[in-house]
């Protein structure tokens, strides 16, 4: 036999047991994992679920480690069958008992930073910046976007604009975000409790009614209490509305936009083994993930990863800005396996008179439909088209939104005339 095809052979039985071994640690992560998330679902303690999960990696490895030796003299198998298989386990047990390197982001200081005890159980922080001149009687409430996605400092120096106008107004971070308390489980986070907080703020605030901004799951969050308090809401402003429709998933695109640098990055942070862990936990027993995956690391990473996707949501990648303080449970777990989705209050909006004002980016991930599903439900509203805006709308065209919201609240002539089809525009970079 030839050099050549001696070389050859060698080449592949090298390539077979380098698949085997692959195939084998595969198998022996897989089947850890999966006894991890069984005996999550029983005991929700880190003490009881991961011995469980590198119990069976070890299991696995070392008995495919022997199928694979075979043909080897049994004590070489059976020394190389103990050292691979510890050191898997050992691999294994660092990776998912090791913290996330991400550090806990404090949110900007944010001057006249306080708080409310609401009957609800929460502690929110809040600031207000009050009115100048002649003070209107009902106030600006400014709801953040995420859920858990609050921008304190960035919210009060756009919106105070409006306390200029009389108006006094109230940034707050909503439940389980920025400086407002995080809860001990994660099951009690909704859209529920969120609209039961903002029914509290307006007793505590004593106000009758009050005008409410909201921007993304913020919009839906104002959408949801209208229907519940349709007498307490004077004005309504929706910046890029989450959808109220069961059957859109264009919430699910966050990330279409963005390129294939930070989409690796992404992937790369989101896929971390404690990180995926955790998630993959939340799934099927919330309070085991909190229990392996507490608030500060698991808040820290998802800054890490808000960070990297925060392109997808700008026309223009340079109006991008860090993420601080954002909340993953107040985030993931109304969207994970064992939550209950959202009422369809579609009934509950139709008819009601509330005067409402729509903004809607040329370049947001969410669908056109989820912004027209308000206008058809809401019969005095009307929708800003602004050209040249991602999702986060006020962020990528300020001066247009700002104006027009001014206007809206005055009862001026709005600077910019309402888009009036219900098919999208030219130019129109979003799914319909």
Not at 253 to 271: F, H
Not at 347 to 371: E, M, N, Q, R, V
């Amino acid at each position: 036999m030839s050099v050549t095809r001696v070389g050859v052979h060698r080449l592949v039985r090298i390539l077979r047991r380098g698949a085997r071994v692959l195939l084998l640690v595969l198998a022996a992560i897989g089947a850890g994992f999966g006894a991890t998330l069984g005996a999550a679902r029983l005991a929700p303690r880190p003490a009881v679920f991961l011995p469980a999960g590198l119990a069976l990696v070890t299991v696995v490895a070392a008995a495919g480690c022997w199928l694979v030796l075979r043909g080897q003299p049994r004590h070489r198998r059976a020394r190389s069958t103990v050292l691979s298989a510890a050191l898997l386990l050992v691999v294994t047990t660092l990776a998912v008992t090791t913290s996330l390197p991400d550090h806990p982001a404090t949110p900007p200081p944010v001057p006249g930073l306080a708080y409310w005890q609401l009957d609800t159980g929460s502690r929110l922080a809040y600031v207000k910046r009050a009115g100048t001149g002649p003070v209107r009687s009902t106030p600006v409430v400014v709801l953040h976007g995420g859920p858990g996605i609050p921008d304190m400092a960035g919210d009060v120096a756009f919106f105070g604009q409006l306390a200029g106008l009389g108006f006094d107004v109230y940034v707050y971070d909503q439940l389980g975000a920025g400086s407002s308390t995080r809860l001990t489980g994660p099951t009690g986070y909704s859209i529920d409790r969120d609209v039961a907080d903002l029914e509290q703020i307006r007793r505590v605030i004593g106000a009758e009614q009050m005008i409410l901004i909201g921007h993304s799951y913020g919009a839906g969050l104002a959408a949801h209490y209208l229907a519940g308090h349709p007498g307490r809401v004077a004005k309504l402003v929706l910046s890029s509305p989450a959808p109220i429709d069961p059957a859109d998933r264009s919430s699910d695109r966050a990330t279409a936009g963005l390129e294939v640098g930070p989409r690796l990055r992404s992937y790369v942070a989101a896929l971390a083994p404690r990180a995926l862990l955790g998630y993959a936990l939340l799934q099927v027993n919330p309070v085991a993930a909190h229990a392996y995956l507490g608030d500060a690391e698991a808040d820290a990473r998802n800054d890490t990863i808000l960070t990297i996707t925060a392109p997808a949501l700008h026309c223009s990648p340079q109006l991008v800005s860090p993420v601080h303080g954002s909340g993953f449970y107040a985030l993931q777990y109304p969207q994970s396996a064992t939550a209950h989705p959202p009422r369809d209050i579609r009934p509950a909006l139709t008819g009601l008179p509330t005067p409402t004002l729509i903004f809607k980016g040329s370049c947001d991930y969410l669908s056109w439909h989820s912004a027209t599903t308000y206008r058809q439900a809401l019969p005095d509203s009307e929708l800003i088209y602004l050209p040249g805006a991602g999702h986060n709308t006020y962020q990528d065209q300020p001066g247009a939104v700002i104006n027009a919201i001014r206007a809206f609240l005055t009862a001026q002539t709005p600077p910019q005339a309402p888009y009036q089809p219900t098919t999208p525009p030219d130019g129109y970079q979003g799914p319909p």
